[in-house]
């Protein structure tokens, strides 16, 4: 038995770095095919391990977690921009943030938000017309902005402050896009990259500060994350960087993956009519057609959508959870391991960096039939019967998995069926989509959709 996996050679230095920079999902899958469930490479002088079996997926998050840790990966970078969230804190600290902030994600709480969040949908859809093309990820974005803030800030923000969280967030992506020559540059040097990135931190940092200072004082009985961590801090349990670091964390990752997940369902929708159909069949028997004329020669909603409701749109969560297999909008998680450990067969050494594909083991034919085709109906209860549980890992898995999971689902699946039951859409750019990498995957052209409303 090799002691050590297979994988690709490198070049001095940089490794496989510009290999992996030019397309990692394509390089992904290629070390996959080529050398099988345990894979070794290098990025810069750094050994990087593939890890692309469920079943050590399983061990690595769930089962043996304790032997891992969150990568030091891009530390530095990441390290400013969420500083000691919930999403790269460590230990007893990480476990402590996770307990005081769970109430915020109960599923009870996001019920109560189902009102809201078909309000800011209908308040987004007010604003589209017949006939109208539109870059779909953008107003997903900003809606998805607008609902994060009221559920875990407790407020509302303006449409200025969306479009300037907006227009921070390209020169943030950029940042976490893998490239060589950032690589080898230091992230003190004044790059224009990095200059941009430092003014988009200052406005988001100014945008998280705002919010969290007009909350102050109102916090007695709120039930939202803002309320329950200056709560805290009140006891002397969170510093003024604490609260900066989880809201900052939640404000970004919070609305992030929700609009990636909805603009990739739209051009999977867009591109299949038969599941466009069917969506729109589902939605008209369970929430009615979509708004009726009224005396004044305007329009109205049928009621609005509720959290019984969301049960019985099996359909578009069908719809939902094939758009994650194939686009899930986390490609990769990172995790190093807290000491030596043995996956796939092999050794792995302590502080090895460990890749947990899901872009791979999602598409993976050992695992899926007929894996590139979207096909929502695979996760019928008869079809996924003996699946491995861990093929399957958008928002994670084990105690790191991501908190807002349920948040996230009744989020989109309030918006696709609100959409749904007004408008198709036609496709106007390429059915094929070519990704970006960053910290999530971001489509590198604009979904553009023509809205016909029905």
């Known amino acids: 038995m090799y002691t050590e996996p297979p994988g690709p050679s490198g070049l001095p230095v940089v490794g496989n770095t510009r290999q992996y920079a030019r397309n990692p999902f394509r390089f992904m899958t290629a070390v996959r095919r080529a050398y099988g469930d345990l894979a070794r490479f290098q990025l810069g002088p750094v050994d990087a391990y593939l890890v692309s079996n469920p079943d050590d997926v399983e061990r690595v998050l769930v089962t043996e977690e304790e032997k891992y840790r969150k990568a030091d990966f891009q530390d530095d970078a990441v390290d400013s921009l969420l500083g000691k969230g919930l999403l790269v804190s460590e230990g007893d600290f990480w476990a402590e943030q996770r307990q005081l902030a769970q109430p915020a994600f109960t599923m009870g709480r996001i019920g109560g938000l189902t009102d809201m969040m078909a309000e800011k949908t209908r308040a987004t859809l ?15 974005a900003r809606l998805t902005v607008e609902i994060i803030v009221n559920a875990m800030f407790g407020t509302d923000i303006d449409e200025e402050t969306v479009y300037a969280v907006q227009d921070s967030l390209e020169p943030l992506g950029e940042r976490f896009e893998p490239d060589v020559v950032r690589f080898l540059t230091p992230p003190w040097v004044p790059t224009p990259e990095n200059r941009e990135y430092e003014a988009a931190l200052a406005t988001l940092d100014g945008i998280v500060a705002d919010l969290i200072e007009r909350r102050r004082g109102t916090e007695r009985e709120g039930t939202d994350l803002l309320s329950i961590l200056l709560r805290a801090q009140a006891m002397g349990d969170q510093t003024d960087r604490q609260l900066r670091d989880e809201m900052m964390t939640m404000l970004l990752a919070g609305h992030d993956t929700t609009a990636l997940t909805l603009t990739y369902a739209w051009h999977q929708i867009a591109t299949h009519p038969e599941v466009e159909a069917r969506l729109h069949e589902e939605v008209d028997e369970v929430l009615g057609g979509g708004r009726r004329p009224n005396e004044a020669g305007g329009a109205v909603d049928d009621r609005p959508v509720t959290m ?14 094939e758009t994650m297999r194939l686009y899930p909008p986390v490609y990769t998680l990172f995790r190093q391991t807290n000491t030596d450990v043995r996956l796939g067969g092999y050794r792995v050494p302590k502080d090895s960096l460990l890749m947990l594909p899901q872009w791979v083991v999602h598409r993976d ?17 008869e ?10 890992f958008p928002f994670g898995a084990g105690p790191r998995h991501c908190i807002g999971k349920q948040l996230s689902l009744v989020e989109a699946k309030v918006i696709t069926s609100s959409v749904a039951r007004q408008f198709s859409m036609e496709l106007v750019s390429s059915p094929e989509l070519r990704m970006r990498p960053s910290l999530t995957m971001h489509p590198r052209d604009p979904v553009r959709v023509t809205l016909h409303e029905r």
């Open 126 to 140: 007010d604003g589209w017309s017949d006939g109208e093309t539109l870059d779909v990820q953008l107003p997903m």
């Open 365 to 381: 034919p050992t695992y899926w039939e007929d894996p590139e085709t979207f096909d929502p109906d695979r996760w019928l209860p």
């Open 308 to 321: 019984g409701d969301l049960r019985d749109l099996k359909y578009t969560e069908r719809v939902l959870k």
């Open 383 to 392: 079809r996924s019967e003996g699946r491995h549980r861990y093929a399957y």
